[in-house]
């Protein structure tokens, strides 16, 4: 599958009905970089970590795509590895992680697979994203976190749990489909638990899946409508759950049930809102989180009604004025 790198740290993933696409974009201009700068000093934050996510279905781009992208500002010196891992057979033992103790079994069979690595993993972690032999595709490190009542309840595993250094590397040597991936991933969640707070993409020739952790042991993952887009920065943003409508929603069983008796869900307020539920809503995510959202949505609707500051407001899901192309894709990074 042919990709272009070019220095600097943007990912996009591009499929196309029949057949996909990858195309990997690596570039941070002097504008992001004096932004970035800016933002640090007015946030007083010692690092920033900044990924954005967009999402497109089939039916909101201009050529018919399912589109993948996602934005990843880290420093300059974060060099990543593009690598082609090879299709293995007869394996044993398991997979261990670079960045803590987590470890899963290994497939006896591993697909053929891309992924871009961080420099310092060996290649064989942090795989960020990458598509595998069947056409599934996957962006797998935007970080968000989960709220302090959620976590006080279950928190994160952080010494065994899987984290973002490990996701791809265990999910694309077997996913078949996007949706099988995604619940791979919530059935590790349950099982060994999440070692912190990320959003994973996943896509193939048919349909989007994205997943959000909502504790150490509860996620949701959310089928993203043909005929539309998301944004993500940094921040949880699902909240519809339909636990009937299994075509487009898939959680861990407890979901619901545990935020009642956590008391991180009241019914008698209405239905459950994931996102009020399981994820954070700070200082941070009003000026730094809520801008990326607010500036996205407003670029392909811009008679949106909403106001930057109040990302409670933002829809989850939006149809753009005009379709959505992959050059507009590239040009939209933050």
């Known amino acids: 599958m042919p990709a272009k790198n070019i220095a600097g740290s943007i990912t996009f993933s591009v499929s196309n009905p029949g057949s996909i696409h990858p195309i990997t974009r690596y570039s941070v201009g002097t504008f992001m970089k004096k932004y970035l700068a800016f933002a640090v000093t007015l946030l007083g934050m010692g690092k920033v970590i900044a990924c954005t996510t967009l999402l497109v279905g089939n039916q909101a781009s201009a050529d018919g795509s399912f589109i993948i992208a996602r934005n990843e500002d880290g420093s300059a010196n974060n060099a990543k590895h593009k690598v082609i891992h090879p299709v293995a057979f007869h394996q044993q033992g398991e997979y261990k992680a670079h960045r803590n103790n987590f470890s899963w079994p290994l497939p006896e069979t591993a697909m053929r697979y891309t992924a871009i690595h961080d420099f310092d993993t060996n290649d064989n972690a942090m795989g960020e994203a990458g598509f595998n032999s069947a056409g599934v595709g996957m962006s797998a490190t935007e970080t968000i976190y989960n709220g302090r009542a959620a976590l006080a309840a279950d928190p994160y595993v952080t010494k065994t749990?899987?984290?973002?250094?490990?996701?791809?590397?265990?999910?694309?040597?077997?996913?078949?489909?996007?949706?099988?991936?995604?619940?791979?991933?919530?059935?590790?969640?349950?099982?060994?638990?999440?070692?912190?707070?990320?959003?994973?993409?996943?896509?193939?020739?048919?349909?989007?899946?994205?997943?959000?952790?909502?504790?150490?042991?509860?996620?949701?993952?959310?089928?993203?409508?043909?005929?539309?887009?998301?944004?993500?920065?940094?921040?949880?943003?699902?909240?519809?759950?339909?636990?009937?409508?299994?075509?487009?929603?898939?959680?861990?069983?407890?979901?619901?049930?545990?935020?009642?008796?956590?008391?991180?869900?009241?019914?008698?307020?209405?239905?459950?809102?994931?996102?009020?539920?399981?994820?954070?809503?700070?200082?941070?995510?009003?000026?730094y989180n809520y801008p990326r959202v607010w500036t996205l949505q407003h670029q392909f609707n811009p008679h949106l009604d909403t106001v930057v500051s109040e990302g409670e407001t933002f829809p989850v899901f939006l149809t753009p004025i005009t379709k959505i192309s992959v050059a507009a894709v590239k040009r939209t990074f933050f």
């Open 161 to 287: 749990g899987i984290t973002e250094d490990a996701i791809e590397s265990v999910i694309l040597p077997v996913a078949q489909s996007a949706r099988q991936g995604a619940k791979l991933l919530g059935d590790i969640i349950e099982q060994k638990g999440a070692g912190e707070g990320f959003g994973v993409a996943f896509i193939d020739s048919k349909e989007i899946w994205y997943l959000e952790t909502g504790s150490g042991h509860q996620w949701l993952a959310v089928r993203l409508p043909a005929d539309s887009y998301f944004v993500s920065a940094n921040q949880g943003r699902l909240r519809h759950y339909d636990p009937n409508d299994n075509a487009n929603y898939m959680a861990s069983p407890t979901l619901v049930s545990f935020a009642k008796k956590q008391g991180l869900y009241d019914p008698a307020r209405g239905e459950f809102d994931f996102h009020q539920a399981y994820s954070q809503d700070n200082k941070n995510d009003i000026t």
